[in-house]
């Protein structure tokens, strides 16, 4: 990991090799499990995917806004509505295999880099 000084925020570049198998996934918004959660029900869904992915031994990157920050204002608020998911994608996470990108509404992820 290294540090990009010209800016407040930490940068880590990980090195995927060319011959993995890479997945992306983006502006997946997920809110507070309430109605205007816009990935309401779509759980499941996502479970079985990043299943797949650890299964094939493939890398998955999540490109921005994996979090609708403005729809549950709470980051504790997605972690209870989305619980399965996260625990799902964290042992895909523990391997190392799964790689974030920061959007364009991730502005308020930084202070969640530790958990997320």
């Not at 029900?41 to 992915?53: H, N, T």
């Not at 204002?73 to 790689?99: C, I, M, N, Q, Y």
């Amino acid at each position: 990991m290294e540090p990009d000084n010209q800016t407040s925020t930490q940068r880590v570049r990980r090195h995927i090799p060319a011959d993995a198998k890479v997945y992306l996934v983006s502006d997946l918004h997920l809110g507070d499990g309430t109605g205007s959660d816009s990935f309401q029900g779509k759980d499941s869904d996502l479970i079985a995917f990043i299943e797949q992915v650890r299964e094939e031994g493939a890398h998955l990157v999540i490109a921005g806004d994996a979090i609708d920050f403005s729809q549950a204002w709470f980051v504790g608020r997605v972690f209870r509505a989305h619980g399965s998911l996260f625990r799902t994608l964290s042992t895909l996470a523990e391997d190392k295999r799964v790689t974030y990108i920061w959007g364009n509404h991730d502005a308020d992820i930084s202070f969640f880099r530790d958990v997320v």
